[in-house]
């Protein structure tokens, strides 16, 4: 049952991507906003990242700060290099729920043409 439902789905979406101008869409004020709105979440964010990232090889490279203690044997690099995982996994879950809301503008400007 589910797999004719896909099907149907399918090809419920094969023709209304038939059906679409892209040329259209690409011009529209909503698919244009849409743009804006990843820019301005995505520019900012992966900013951050690359100056996080950078930070850790640039600082052990040309200064000794990282080599200091920060909880009893364990150095702040070690900290620093801890807190590049988490920076990375929150990343991508704010970007895998901020997607969810560029899907549904997708959809709009899909129902839109």
């Known amino acids: 049952m ?3 439902i896909s099907a149907l789905n399918q090809s419920k979406q094969t ?3 038939s059906s679409l ?24 964010f992966s ?4 100056a996080f990232y950078f930070t850790l090889p640039i600082l052990t490279a040309y200064s000794d700060i ?11 690099a070690w900290v620093f290099a801890f ?16 997607s969810t809301e ?4 997708v959809e709009e400007i899909i129902e839109e043409n």
């Open 102 to 105: 560029f899907d549904k503008i």
């Open 83 to 98: 807190a590049q995982f988490i920076m990375t996994w929150t990343l991508c879950i704010i970007y895998t729920k901020k």
């Open 2 to 4: 589910a797999v004719k």
């Open 15 to 17: 023709q209304n991507a």
């Open 66 to 76: 990282l080599n200091t203690p920060a909880l009893g044997p364990i150095s702040w």
């Open 47 to 50: 900013l951050f990242f690359l």
């Open 21 to 44: 101008n892209y040329s259209e869409m690409a011009q529209s004020t909503s698919f244009k906003h849409l743009l804006r709105k990843k820019r301005n979440f995505i520019l900012p």
